[in-house]
C-alpha cells in the first residue's frame, strides 16, 4: 500500500528561487530525459529570483511548482516569446522529481498549467519536445489531448547515443 502524501501545487513565488534550483540539479541527473544535465543551470539564486518574478508578472508565460512543505519536488512551465506572432504559442515543460512519480503529481501539474493557459486568454496552442523513448511521458500527453505532429530524427544526443525525439502540440 502506498502512502498518503501532502502535495501543495501553486504558481512560483521569487523566494522559491533556492528550492527551485535544488529540484532542477537533482532532476536534471535523474533521467536522460531531460535536455538540462550535470551542467546544471548556472544561475545564480538572485538571477533565478529575476526570472520567476518575470514569469510571474508576464501575460503568457507561467511556472507552477508541486511542493511538499518547502521542497519543490516538481514543476510545470509555459514558455512563450513576446513577438506579437508567435505570443500564443506556449512551450510546455514539466518534471517530477523521480522519488515521487507515480502518484499523479504530474497529471495534477499538467491540469493546472493547462488551466492557466486556457484563462490566460493569450496561449491557444502549446507545444512540447518528448523524446520517443518517454513512454511515461507520452502516455500523459496522450491523455491529455497532444498529438503528434513529427519526429526529430537525431533530437537529442545522450550518453553518446542520438535519440529521436516527438513534436507534440495541442490546441486550447
Ligand atoms: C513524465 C512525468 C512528469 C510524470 O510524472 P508522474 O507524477 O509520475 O505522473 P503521474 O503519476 O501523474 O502519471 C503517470 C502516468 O503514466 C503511466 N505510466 C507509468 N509508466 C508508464 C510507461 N512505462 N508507459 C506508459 N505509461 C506509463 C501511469 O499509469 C500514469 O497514467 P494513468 O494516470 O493514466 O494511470 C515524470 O515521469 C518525469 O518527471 N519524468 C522526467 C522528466 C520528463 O520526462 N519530463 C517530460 C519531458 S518532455
Request: proline share 2%.
Amino acid at each position: 500500500m502506498r502512502e498518503e502524501i501532502e502535495i501543495g501545487i501553486r504558481e512560483a513565488i521569487p523566494t522559491d528561487a533556492e528550492a527551485l534550483l535544488d529540484c532542477l540539479e537533482r532532476t536534471a541527473v535523474q533521467t536522460g530525459f531531460m535536455t538540462m544535465g550535470e551542467e546544471g543551470s548556472g544561475l545564480t539564486v538572485e538571477e533565478e529570483s529575476q526570472h520567476i518574478a518575470n514569469i510571474y508578472d508576464s501575460p503568457n508565460n507561467c511556472l507552477i511548482v508541486a511542493l511538499i512543505e518547502d521542497k519543490i519536488i516538481g514543476m510545470a512551465t509555459i514558455h512563450a516569446s513576446n513577438k506579437p506572432k508567435i505570443q500564443h504559442i506556449g512551450e510546455l515543460g514539466i518534471v517530477v522529481d523521480k522519488e515521487y512519480w507515480g502518484f499523479k503529481i504530474g497529471t495534477e501539474l499538467l491540469q493546472e498549467v493547462l488551466d492557466w493557459a486556457e484563462a490566460s486568454e493569450m496561449i491557444n496552442r502549446i507545444e512540447l519536445k518528448v523524446q520517443k523513448r518517454n513512454e511515461r511521458a507520452i502516455h500523459l500527453y496522450e491523455k491529455y489531448g497532444f498529438e503528434l505532429e513529427g519526429i526529430m530524427e537525431r533530437g537529442v544526443k545522450d550518453n553518446g547515443e542520438y535519440l529521436p525525439v516527438c513534436m507534440m502540440a495541442k490546441l486550447i
